[in-house]
């Protein structure tokens, strides 16, 4: 399986629709019907939420709400899926760092309950904090 990077998403996140790069809206169009099929890596995920929000200024609900809609693309696949959901529906709330989030939706996964960390934050996502 072919892995995707990060400026695919960003092409089809922010082109204009009326003049998209040759074959990008087949492709997306393939992939939310699984007749194509890529994998993303955890951090190609973040890193086009990185970019969406620092360099294009994208409100954080719009972000949310169209990566949800990717994640739901069945030709796209991923290490888990539903931790990245869980991220994105932690991160509706939570006023820091979209990491946070994914860390807390990796501890609720495994049961993990306590964090090592200086960021005082984290324990409004209702985990325990711990310093070194």
């Known amino acids: 399986m072919r892995n995707i990077d990060t400026n695919v998403f960003l092409r089809f996140l922010v ?17 939310q019907k699984s007749e194509a099929e890529v994998f993303c890596l955890d951090i190609v995920f973040f890193q086009v939420i990185f970019v ?10 719009e972000i949310i709400n169209r990566m949800l809609d990717l994640v739901s693309f069945d030709g796209l696949y991923m ?12 991160w509706k709330d939570y ?23 200086y960021d005082k934050r984290v324990e409004k996502l209702g985990i325990k904090r711990m310093e070194p």
Not at 52 to 61: A, D, G, I, N, R
Not at 82 to 88: A, G, H, K, P, S
């Open 79 to 90: 290490k888990d899926k539903r931790v990245i959901e869980r991220t994105l529906e932690i």
């Open 95 to 117: 006023s820091g760092d979209v990491i946070d989030c994914y860390i807390v939706a990796n501890m609720e996964k495994s049961g993990e309950k306590e964090i090592v960390s």
């Open 15 to 31: 082109t204009d629709r009326e003049n998209p790069p040759k074959g990008l809206l087949s492709f997306f169009s393939k992939l």
């Open 52 to 61: 969406l929000k620092s360099f294009y200024q994208v409100e954080k609900e």
